[in-house]
């Protein structure tokens, strides 16, 4: 019952710009996109999240279309240790379930 | 700051025991949520603690059981353990409704 669709694969060379989307055609109003990824073995990492509004940080950057419909998390320079699979999350705080429903996520093999 | 810890790290198990994780949340963060990954399946919700309630459950049935300490450390029980339990079992904390931060996991194979 994932409310995301996103690529299952993904490539990207070394040290270019990784670009993954992601559809949330149904997102409610206050209903904020979070990013994660997990690394073989690992648990989910958190990465970024947004509202309506594109945001940066340390790790990368979301991009959130005015309709707010879809998205698309930015690596700048993606590294071999970017390797993982990307999950794509639509969570409301006030929802009070405190349930975030990963879906199948985006599987990004950075290449040498 | 230290993450989220989880303990035991790892764990053999046979049909019909019991087990319990253990799960230490970021310093600050009030709430706990309990994950179960098995082999080629997405992250299932499990459970939601905070400030010492259960605030939430996945379906998943009664043999899976939790509770929140006052220092908001949280354990998972599971009873009557079947062999679709072996999983990996991933705790994350919030403050709030912040960003849910994870642990690694604690790999549970039931032999």
């Known amino acids: 019952d994932a409310k995301t669709t996103q690529p299952p694969s993904m490539d990207c060379a070394e040290g270019r710009a990784a670009n993954l989307p992601c559809n949330h055609s149904?997102?409610?109003?206050?209903?904020?996109v979070y990013w994660y990824r997990q690394i073989h073995s690992q648990g989910p990492q958190y990465i970024i999240h947004?509202?309506?509004n594109n945001e940066t940080n340390e790790m990368a950057s979301l991009i959130i279309t005015e309709d707010r419909k879809s998205s698309t998390l930015i690596l700048p320079h993606a590294t071999l240790r970017d390797t993982a699979v990307y999950y794509c999350?639509?969570?409301?705080?006030?929802?009070?379930?405190?349930?975030?429903?990963f879906g199948q996520g985006t599987t990004l093999q950075v290449k040498p | 700051e230290a993450g989220v810890t989880q303990s035991p790290t790892h764990l053999i198990k046979t049909r019909g025991q019991q087990v319990t994780l253990r799960c230490s949340p970021i310093?600050?963060?009030?709430?706990v949520y309990w994950y179960q990954q098995a082999l080629g399946l997405g992250l299932q919700f499990l459970l939601w603690?905070?400030?010492?309630?259960?605030?939430n459950r996945g379906n998943f049935p009664p043999r899976f059981s939790g509770r929140q300490f006052p220092n908001y450390s949280s354990e998972l029980n599971v009873n009557a353990l079947e062999l679709e339990d072996s999983a990996l079992y991933l705790c994350?904390?919030?403050?709030?409704?912040?960003?849910?931060?994870f642990g690694d996991g604690t790999r549970l194979s039931i032999l």
């Open positions: 999350i639509v969570f409301s705080g006030s929802s009070n379930t405190g349930k975030l429903i």
């Open positions: 947004g509202l309506k």
């Open positions: 149904t997102i409610s109003g206050n209903e904020y």
């Open positions: 310093s600050g963060h009030t709430s």
């Open positions: 994350a904390s919030s403050y709030r409704v912040g960003p849910q931060h």
């Open positions: 603690y905070d400030e010492g309630e259960e605030r």
